[in-house]
């Protein structure tokens, strides 16, 4: 049976169609191959899954719900969706605002009315973030902490989407699987994220540009170890009953890690030091994060495996080859 990955040339979308692949699974991909970083990494992305005579590509607009129903009937029935097509990155949604109301909000009330109306329906997994947590001073971050103080309008669209998620599950009983990601990085990663930037500049000989005097923490993600979460959910979907058939997860790490760190394992990877550019703290930024996975690991074995002293490297070998560097 088909699964409906969203946002199929993106980072994870790539990573998690490609893990569908290879366990046997017949995979349509979607994605607009949005500008907001260079779409030659989306399209290699998406030419290395098109090896694969199970998957199939579809450039279309997730938030154009009225086209949606009729882009995907020839490859009905799809009862399984892994929803992570969205506009990504806190920073760029303080100058663009509408692109994330449309990509985030819009994008996933259309998916959510896709499989409202696909009969037989199964389970949705979708992305939410970490970022959800905002104005959260307590660590680790839990699922049941308030999430009521968001500090940057991605995390109040990824919030917005939990919430119509729940209501979803209530009304239409539509078994659905919310992932709060914290920063997941790794090959193939996203190059608006601080690893691929650091790594950029240092091999260029340009400065790095460190927020905060570089008193920030990231509970940093490999990318393997969050692809192995979302198959555990897609696999495990939240059962119908007096409850609305709806679950929230964090997926990450369960460590925070200080961001000089990372730019350390970075240098000796490259075999080269960083010249530094200290900045002040980021409107829409949070100084720490820090992922409780009980739940995950209790519901789904969740177990994430990779540390960044592992991670790291695999990414910068990577970065080395895609760039020639």
């Known amino acids: 049976m088909t699964v409906l990955v969203t946002g199929a040339a993106g980072f994870i979308g790539y990573h998690v169609s490609e893990a569908l692949l290879a366990q046997g699974e017949t995979v349509v991909g979607i994605d607009i191959l949005s500008p907001y970083y260079d779409v030659r990494l989306k399209e290699?992305?998406?030419?290395?899954?098109?090896?694969?005579?199970n998957f199939t590509f579809v450039k279309a607009d997730i938030a154009e719900h009225e086209k949606l129903a009729t882009t995907l009937a020839p490859f009905a029935p799809i009862r399984r969706v892994v929803h992570l097509a969205a506009q990504a990155g806190v920073r760029y949604s303080l100058q663009h605002p509408f692109e994330y109301a449309a990509a985030n909000v819009v994008g996933h009330l259309s998916i959510l009315e896709f499989c409202r109306h696909t009969p037989g329906f199964e389970h949705l997994v979708y992305a939410s973030s970490s970022s959800v947590y905002g104005g959260n001073t307590k660590l680790p971050f839990s699922v049941e902490d308030r999430v009521d103080t968001p500090v940057s309008l991605y995390a109040a669209t990824?919030?917005?989407?939990?919430?119509?998620?729940?209501?979803?599950?209530?009304?239409?009983?539509?078994p659905q699987t919310g992932m709060r990601f914290f920063t997941?990085?790794?090959?193939?990663?996203?190059?608006?994220?601080?690893?691929?930037?650091?790594t950029r500049a240092i091999l260029a000989g340009e400065p790095i540009h460190v927020?905060?005097?570089?008193?920030?923490?990231?509970?940093?993600?490999?990318?393997?170890?969050?692809?192995?979460?979302?198959?555990?959910?897609?696999?495990?979907?939240p059962k119908n009953g007096p409850a609305a058939p709806h679950?929230?997860?964090n997926l990450g790490n369960s460590c925070a890690e200080p961001l000089p760190k990372l730019i350390a394992l970075i240098e000796k990877s490259l075999g080269k030091k960083a010249?530094?550019?200290s900045e002040p703290m980021q409107p829409g930024d949070v100084q720490a994060t820090y992922a409780d996975i009980e739940p995950a690991r209790r519901d789904l074995g969740f177990a994430p495996r990779v540390r960044i002293e592992e991670g790291v490297p695999r990414f910068v070998a990577w970065y080395r080859e895609y760039h020639g560097a």
């Open 44 to 53: 290699a992305r998406v030419g290395r899954l098109r090896k694969n005579k």
């Open 158 to 174: 990824k919030r917005a989407d939990e919430l119509m998620s729940q209501s979803y599950a209530h009304l239409y009983r539509i």
């Open 184 to 198: 997941v990085y790794g090959p193939w990663g996203r190059p608006d994220m601080a690893l691929f930037l650091f």
């Open 211 to 237: 927020f905060n005097g570089g008193d920030m923490a990231r509970d940093f993600t490999f990318v393997d170890d969050i692809v192995q979460g979302v198959l555990a959910a897609l696999r495990t979907p």
């Open 247 to 249: 679950r929230v997860y």
């Open 275 to 277: 010249k530094h550019i």
